[in-house]
């Protein structure tokens, strides 16, 4: 084998180890979600299982072992093949474990095998390159530059290309039959293995593949829409509530972002922030200009379009903006709809807007990195002297929790960046949606237009409650914790919802076993 064969086989490893860890990542999401601590995991048991890789292939390295490369990277192959099997079989075992335990041994189910496996072929790749000891460092300093440079190259194209168009299924295929194909140009390798090898990678495969096509539904819930994609895993599904009702839902990572009757379709929402926010949009006249950062499916946008307000809709996942038109109901008409990172879009915009809304989360965790005061001053900057800052925020005033810290934080870190701020809570002593109305001026709640107020959110009990009793507060002293102020360097959200995510992720399991189990 030529050294650029070796090489080769050095670049197609580092890149299939990232294709592993970013789409197991992925698999995890629906199950686990996609926090920081959830991540953490993966990426500790990717390291572990390489580490235990490199020590593995010190002891199997020695002289043209090509068979030792032949087995290691076929295995590799096989195995990751079977994660998505093996997620199937074994998630449901590990839904009644904790957040973190089911993670870490979900992650060293689905990673180890392969990851070892790839990992021990860097030892044997510099063995077999090798023939002048003196040389080592050099040849062992390449070897792991070109794994790492695969690694590199393929994290681009699975982050930016190959997974918000493929999803992980197919890529993972694809990733499994490139490795294998690989192994056809090692030497030493016996017919009879090679052949049973691929029959087992033809027969994995080819499950793989019907799964793709297979939908199970139960009768109370059909799932009409799947997508794995950038932001994870994407579904619609169709369920009857508890009241006999249709209704539609967009779960991402089993996390619902949308709920409306699917009788109804004018897109009204099932969840009161979005007739609040809208309500509150009435202290702006027609033809207002509006920056939605988050589209979930369109409701909030379907409203102030009812409004006559001109909307731009900034979200990451092109996905959404599909979603929302062909099963949400939602139409474009003047809506001018961005893919964009939003502190980017914020950062970059050049157009003042009359409001900005924040109602952005990744499953059930709202990036951290928008609630800082670093991020809430460059809002400020594309507001009009007179804007509306809005936030819709998952928290709980009362209390001396984390969670009451986060929220307090939020409105202290608002305060610091220059606005007035007010909230509403539709529930002080629980975890609910909370509002952050915010100017740089103070607010007139009279001023709201109740003519222009969709029929929808007219008899809404939490909108009556501020046009009847002007309820918005400003007022610090439900606050019982010392607040925190959010900055870019110490971006501390995560840390202090940690609670509200776990036991969010706690119920979505459970549902998700009941719904697995209605299904068999």
């Known amino acids: 084998m030529t050294k650029r064969t ?281 033809g207002s200009s509006v920056l939605l950062l988050g589209m979930a499916g369109g409701s909030l946008v379907y409203e102030m379009q009812n409004q006559k307000l001109n909307v731009d809709v900034v979200d990451i996942d092109e996905r959404m903006f599909y979603i929302a038109e062909h099963y949400f109901y939602f139409q474009k008409n003047s809506t001018n709809l961005f893919v964009d990172d939003a502190r980017h879009f914020i950062r970059t915009a050049k157009k003042k807007y009359d409001i900005v809304v924040i109602d952005i989360s990744s499953s059930e965790v709202q990036p951290s990195y928008l609630y800082t005061v670093e991020c809430f001053r460059e809002i400020k900057k594309a507001l009009a002297p007179d804007g509306l800052f809005l936030i819709n925020f998952q928290g709980v005033l009362q209390g001396k929790s984390n969670l009451a810290v986060a929220t307090w934080s939020v409105y202290n870190t608002i305060k610091a960046a220059g606005f007035t701020p007010y909230y509403y809570a539709f529930s002080t002593n629980r975890t609910d949606d909370i509002q952050f109305v915010s100017s740089p001026n103070v607010i007139n709640i009279a001023a709201m237009d109740s003519s222009r107020i969709n029929l929808c959110c007219t008899q809404n009990k939490y909108v009556l409650d501020v046009l009847k009793n002007d309820s918005l507060k400003s007022s610090m002293s439900q606050c019982e914790v010392k607040p925190l102020l959010l900055t870019d360097d110490k971006p501390q959200l995560e840390r202090l919802k940690f609670e509200t995510v776990v036991n969010s992720r706690n119920l979505i399991r459970m549902e998700m076993k009941k719904r697995e189990e209605l299904s068999r």
């Not at 030792?68 to 295995?75: D, G, N, V």
């Not at 508890?242 to 004018?266: C, P, Y």
């Open 6 to 286: 070796l090489y080769f086989f050095a670049f197609i490893e580092g890149a299939f180890v990232v294709s592993i860890e970013l789409l197991g990542g992925k698999m995890l999401s629906p199950i686990f979600g996609s926090s920081l601590y959830i991540w953490t995991s993966v990426i500790g048991v990717t390291l572990f299982s390489l580490t235990v890789g490199y020590f593995l292939g010190g002891v199997l390295s020695k002289k043209n072992s090509y068979r030792q490369l032949y087995f290691l990277f076929s295995l590799a192959g096989i195995f990751a093949l079977l994660m998505p099997l093996i997620r199937k079989i074994f998630f449901i075992q590990f839904l009644d474990m904790s957040l973190f335990t089911g993670c870490i041994v979900m992650s060293l189910t689905l990673l180890m095998i392969p990851l070892v496996c790839l990992g021990a072929t860097s030892p044997v790749l510099i063995q077999l390159y090798l023939s002048d000891i003196r040389s080592a460092g050099k040849i062992a300093g390449r070897i792991y530059a070109i794994s790492s440079l695969g690694g590199i190259l393929n994290t681009f194209l699975l982050g930016f290309i190959i997974i918000p168009f493929f999803g992980i299924q197919i890529p993972l295929l694809v990733s499994c039959l490139v490795i294998m194909l690989a192994t056809l140009i090692i030497p030493g390798r016996k017919l009879r293995t090679t052949v049973l090898f691929f029959a087992g990678f033809f027969l994995i495969s080819t499950q793989m593949i019907l799964n793709l096509f297979e939908k199970k539904d139960s009768a109370a819930f059909k799932d009409i829409y799947e997508s794995e994609g950038i932001m994870g895993q994407l579904k619609v599904v169709d369920f009857v509530s508890e009241s006999g009702a249709l209704n539609r839902a967009l779960l991402n990572n089993n996390s619902a972002q949308s709920i409306i009757t699917k009788t109804n379709v004018t897109a009204i929402s099932q969840y009161n922030y979005v007739h609040f926010i809208s309500s509150i949009s009435t202290l702006k006249p027609e």
